[in-house]
């Protein structure tokens, strides 16, 4: 089935501060990371959610991006 998809402006409300969800985008895809402890208030390390984070995953996260394998993908960014 297709994903549902979501503009940059409406990934950026999920960021956990202006909306309850914790979304975040990689390679096209978003992920909801809202229970995990390590996205409390939409924030990880020095990181954001609610906004694409393919380069700064690939730059500077001391893990691949096999972290978003127990995460369900619920939409493309377009
Ligand atoms: C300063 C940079 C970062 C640090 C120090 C960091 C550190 C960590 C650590 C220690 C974990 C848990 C264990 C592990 O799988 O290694 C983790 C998990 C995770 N990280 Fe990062 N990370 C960074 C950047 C990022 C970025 C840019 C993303 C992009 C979205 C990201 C996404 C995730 C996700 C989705 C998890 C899984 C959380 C869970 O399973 O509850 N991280 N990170």
Redesign the pocket.
């Known amino acids: 089935m297709e994903l549902p998809t979501y503009k940059r402006s409406q990934l950026a409300l999920r960021n956990g501060q202006d909306m309850d969800a914790i979304w ?1 985008a ?1 390679q096209g895809i978003i ?1 909801d ?1 809202g ?5 409390k208030d939409g924030k ?4 954001w959610a609610g906004q694409d ?1 393919t380069e ?2 690939d730059q ?4 691949t991006a ?3 394998e ?2 369900e993908s619920i939409g493309r960014l377009i």
Do not use: N
């Not at 229970?35 to 996205?39: E, G, K, N, P, V």
């Not at 990880?44 to 990181?47: F, I, R, S």
């Open positions: 975040v990689y992920y990371v229970d995990s402890r390590l996205w990880h390390y020095e990181h984070l700064e995953l500077d996260a001391p893990h096999k972290v978003f127990r995460f």
